[in-house]
Protein backbone atom coordinates (compact mmCIF):
# COMPACT_ATOMS: atom_id res chain seq x y z
CA UNK A 1 0.00 0.00 0.00
CA UNK A 2 1.74 3.17 -0.78
CA UNK A 3 -0.98 5.51 0.71
CA UNK A 4 -0.97 7.71 4.14
CA UNK A 5 -0.26 5.02 6.57
CA UNK A 6 -0.94 6.44 10.65
CA UNK A 7 -0.81 4.43 13.31
CA UNK A 8 -2.29 3.09 15.51
CA UNK A 9 -5.80 3.10 14.30
CA UNK A 10 -7.75 3.22 17.62
CA UNK A 11 -6.78 3.99 20.86
CA UNK A 12 -8.49 4.29 24.18
CA UNK A 13 -6.57 6.08 26.44
CA UNK A 14 -7.23 7.54 30.37
CA UNK A 15 -7.66 11.12 31.10
CA UNK A 16 -3.87 12.54 32.29
CA UNK A 17 -2.24 9.84 30.03
CA UNK A 18 0.26 10.96 27.09
CA UNK A 19 -0.58 9.46 23.46
CA UNK A 20 1.23 9.20 20.30
CA UNK A 21 0.36 9.04 16.85
CA UNK A 22 2.93 7.91 13.98
CA UNK A 23 2.02 9.09 10.02
CA UNK A 24 3.63 7.76 7.17
CA UNK A 25 3.40 10.29 3.83
CA UNK A 26 3.30 8.69 0.84
CA UNK A 27 6.83 8.78 -0.27
CA UNK A 28 7.28 11.21 -2.81
CA UNK A 29 5.35 13.86 -0.89
CA UNK A 30 7.22 16.60 1.02
CA UNK A 31 4.18 18.50 2.46
CA UNK A 32 2.48 16.91 5.70
CA UNK A 33 -0.45 17.55 7.94
CA UNK A 34 -2.25 16.81 10.71
CA UNK A 35 -6.50 17.32 11.02
CA UNK A 36 -8.79 16.40 13.90
CA UNK A 37 -12.24 15.04 13.07
CA UNK A 38 -15.09 14.66 15.29
CA UNK A 39 -18.55 13.11 14.92
CA UNK A 40 -20.56 15.01 12.38
CA UNK A 41 -18.18 17.44 11.76
CA UNK A 42 -15.46 18.35 8.77
CA UNK A 43 -11.89 17.93 9.12
CA UNK A 44 -10.06 20.50 11.45
CA UNK A 45 -6.73 21.67 10.59
CA UNK A 46 -4.18 21.29 13.11
CA UNK A 47 -0.40 21.53 11.91
CA UNK A 48 1.57 21.10 8.88
CA UNK A 49 5.23 20.45 7.74
CA UNK A 50 6.94 21.27 4.51
CA UNK A 51 10.07 18.68 4.49
CA UNK A 52 10.93 19.29 8.05
CA UNK A 53 9.62 22.76 9.18
CA UNK A 54 6.23 23.10 10.49
CA UNK A 55 5.16 25.61 8.66
CA UNK A 56 1.93 26.82 10.04
CA UNK A 57 -0.40 25.60 13.70
CA UNK A 58 -4.16 26.23 14.42
CA UNK A 59 -4.92 27.75 17.74
CA UNK A 60 -6.81 24.51 18.12
CA UNK A 61 -2.95 23.11 18.32
CA UNK A 62 -2.87 24.12 22.24
CA UNK A 63 0.57 23.71 24.50
CA UNK A 64 -0.47 20.10 25.30
CA UNK A 65 -0.25 18.72 21.29
CA UNK A 66 2.95 18.87 19.82
CA UNK A 67 4.04 17.73 16.09
CA UNK A 68 7.30 16.47 14.71
CA UNK A 69 8.47 15.56 11.45
CA UNK A 70 12.25 15.45 12.19
CA UNK A 71 13.77 14.18 9.01
CA UNK A 72 11.02 15.45 6.79
CA UNK A 73 9.33 12.09 6.37
CA UNK A 74 7.17 10.21 9.24
CA UNK A 75 5.65 12.81 11.98
CA UNK A 76 4.21 12.35 15.35
CA UNK A 77 1.68 13.40 16.87
CA UNK A 78 1.98 13.77 20.74
CA UNK A 79 -1.08 14.86 23.00
CA UNK A 80 0.37 15.31 26.58
CA UNK A 81 -2.33 14.86 29.95
CA UNK A 82 -5.11 14.25 27.85
CA UNK A 83 -8.76 15.51 28.11
CA UNK A 84 -12.09 14.19 27.19
CA UNK A 85 -12.55 16.60 24.76
CA UNK A 86 -9.51 15.19 22.78
CA UNK A 87 -11.20 12.30 21.93
CA UNK A 88 -11.48 12.32 17.98
CA UNK A 89 -10.11 11.07 14.91
CA UNK A 90 -6.96 12.67 13.94
CA UNK A 91 -5.99 12.56 10.19
CA UNK A 92 -2.72 12.77 8.63
CA UNK A 93 -2.61 13.72 5.32
CA UNK A 94 0.19 14.35 2.71
CA UNK A 95 0.91 16.26 -1.16
CA UNK A 96 3.96 17.70 -2.94
CA UNK A 97 4.03 21.32 -2.55
CA UNK A 98 4.38 22.40 -6.25
CA UNK A 99 2.39 25.99 -5.52
CA UNK A 100 -1.12 25.98 -4.53
CA UNK A 101 -3.67 23.61 -4.64
CA UNK A 102 -1.59 19.86 -5.08
CA UNK A 103 -3.97 16.99 -4.34
CA UNK A 104 -4.22 16.25 -0.68
CA UNK A 105 -4.49 12.72 0.65
CA UNK A 106 -5.47 11.59 3.47
CA UNK A 107 -4.59 8.31 5.65
CA UNK A 108 -7.38 6.56 7.33
CA UNK A 109 -7.00 7.90 10.82
CA UNK A 110 -6.00 7.92 14.13
CA UNK A 111 -9.23 6.86 16.45
CA UNK A 112 -8.31 8.78 20.28
CA UNK A 113 -11.06 7.78 22.38
CA UNK A 114 -10.19 9.55 25.97
CA UNK A 115 -11.94 7.57 29.34
CA UNK B 1 -9.32 33.29 8.23
CA UNK B 2 -11.38 31.38 5.39
CA UNK B 3 -14.83 29.91 6.60
CA UNK B 4 -16.76 27.59 4.38
CA UNK B 5 -20.30 27.09 4.56
CA UNK B 6 -22.38 24.02 2.65
CA UNK B 7 -25.64 22.84 2.19
CA UNK B 8 -27.79 21.02 2.94
CA UNK B 9 -26.49 19.07 5.92
CA UNK B 10 -28.63 16.05 4.94
CA UNK B 11 -29.79 15.37 1.15
CA UNK B 12 -31.82 12.19 0.38
CA UNK B 13 -32.66 11.21 -2.87
CA UNK B 14 -33.81 8.53 -5.19
CA UNK B 15 -31.40 6.28 -7.63
CA UNK B 16 -30.96 8.22 -10.59
CA UNK B 17 -31.80 10.92 -9.51
CA UNK B 18 -29.55 14.17 -9.66
CA UNK B 19 -27.92 15.86 -6.32
CA UNK B 20 -26.72 18.71 -5.79
CA UNK B 21 -24.62 20.10 -2.73
CA UNK B 22 -23.35 24.01 -2.53
CA UNK B 23 -20.55 25.90 -0.44
CA UNK B 24 -20.20 29.40 -0.18
CA UNK B 25 -16.63 30.34 1.04
CA UNK B 26 -15.22 33.56 2.40
CA UNK B 27 -11.64 34.45 1.35
CA UNK B 28 -11.33 35.69 -1.98
CA UNK B 29 -7.78 34.50 -2.13
CA UNK B 30 -9.19 31.02 -1.93
CA UNK B 31 -7.49 28.98 -5.41
CA UNK B 32 -8.54 25.52 -5.00
CA UNK B 33 -11.67 23.55 -4.23
CA UNK B 34 -11.32 20.36 -4.11
CA UNK B 35 -14.73 17.62 -2.25
CA UNK B 36 -14.04 15.00 -0.53
CA UNK B 37 -16.58 11.56 0.29
CA UNK B 38 -16.18 10.13 3.47
CA UNK B 39 -17.61 6.19 4.36
CA UNK B 40 -18.31 5.60 7.88
CA UNK B 41 -15.21 5.34 9.40
CA UNK B 42 -13.35 5.66 6.26
CA UNK B 43 -10.47 8.25 5.06
CA UNK B 44 -12.00 11.30 3.00
CA UNK B 45 -11.59 10.73 -0.58
CA UNK B 46 -10.75 12.99 -2.92
CA UNK B 47 -14.09 12.86 -5.41
CA UNK B 48 -13.12 16.01 -8.04
CA UNK B 49 -11.63 19.41 -7.46
CA UNK B 50 -11.40 22.46 -9.13
CA UNK B 51 -9.02 25.54 -9.39
CA UNK B 52 -9.88 28.70 -9.96
CA UNK B 53 -8.72 29.52 -13.04
CA UNK B 54 -11.42 27.20 -14.69
CA UNK B 55 -15.42 27.45 -14.20
CA UNK B 56 -16.90 23.98 -14.05
CA UNK B 57 -14.78 20.22 -14.28
CA UNK B 58 -16.52 17.34 -15.06
CA UNK B 59 -16.01 13.86 -14.33
CA UNK B 60 -18.32 11.04 -15.68
CA UNK B 61 -21.09 11.28 -13.35
CA UNK B 62 -19.48 14.23 -11.24
CA UNK B 63 -19.26 17.89 -12.19
CA UNK B 64 -18.24 21.11 -9.94
CA UNK B 65 -18.93 24.35 -10.51
CA UNK B 66 -16.96 27.64 -9.68
CA UNK B 67 -18.46 31.31 -9.82
CA UNK B 68 -15.31 33.31 -8.00
CA UNK B 69 -17.42 36.58 -8.28
CA UNK B 70 -20.21 34.99 -5.85
CA UNK B 71 -17.57 32.64 -4.20
CA UNK B 72 -19.34 29.78 -4.19
CA UNK B 73 -19.06 26.48 -5.89
CA UNK B 74 -21.72 23.60 -6.19
CA UNK B 75 -20.90 19.38 -6.77
CA UNK B 76 -23.55 17.84 -8.98
CA UNK B 77 -23.63 13.91 -8.75
CA UNK B 78 -26.30 12.71 -12.30
CA UNK B 79 -27.86 9.09 -12.14
CA UNK B 80 -26.85 8.78 -8.83
CA UNK B 81 -26.60 5.31 -7.34
CA UNK B 82 -26.98 3.48 -3.91
CA UNK B 83 -23.37 3.04 -3.77
CA UNK B 84 -22.90 6.98 -4.02
CA UNK B 85 -24.48 7.16 -0.23
CA UNK B 86 -21.96 8.91 2.31
CA UNK B 87 -20.61 12.32 3.67
CA UNK B 88 -19.40 14.73 1.37
CA UNK B 89 -16.68 17.84 2.22
CA UNK B 90 -16.19 20.26 0.23
CA UNK B 91 -12.99 22.55 1.52
CA UNK B 92 -11.36 26.38 0.44
CA UNK B 93 -7.66 26.51 0.41
CA UNK B 94 -5.32 28.90 -1.18
CA UNK B 95 -4.12 32.32 -0.20
CA UNK B 96 -1.00 32.86 1.73
CA UNK B 97 -1.39 29.07 2.89
CA UNK B 98 -1.97 26.77 0.15
CA UNK B 99 -1.90 23.59 1.68
CA UNK B 100 -4.71 24.32 4.65
CA UNK B 101 -7.97 23.10 3.41
CA UNK B 102 -10.95 24.65 5.32
CA UNK B 103 -13.76 22.34 5.32
CA UNK B 104 -17.22 22.53 4.96
CA UNK B 105 -19.65 21.13 7.44
CA UNK B 106 -20.63 17.97 5.18
CA UNK B 107 -23.63 16.70 3.75
CA UNK B 108 -25.12 13.50 4.47
CA UNK B 109 -26.28 12.24 0.84
CA UNK B 110 -28.73 8.97 0.97
CA UNK B 111 -29.82 7.29 -2.41
CA UNK B 112 -32.40 5.35 -2.07
CA UNK B 113 -32.90 2.32 -4.10
Known amino acids: DTGVSQDPRHKITKRGQNVTFRCDPISEHNRLYWYRQTLGQGPEFLTY????????KSRLLSDRFSAERPKGSFSTLEIQRTEQGDSAMYLC?????????????FGEGSWLTVV | GENVEQHPSTLSVQEGDSAVIKCTYSDSASNYFPWYKQELGKRPQLIIDIRSNVGEKKDQRIAVTLNKTAKHFSLHITETQPEDSAVYFCAAAGGTSYGKLTFGQGTILTVHP
Open chain 1, 49 to 56: FQNEAQLE
Open chain 1, 93 to 105: ASSLAQGAGNTIY
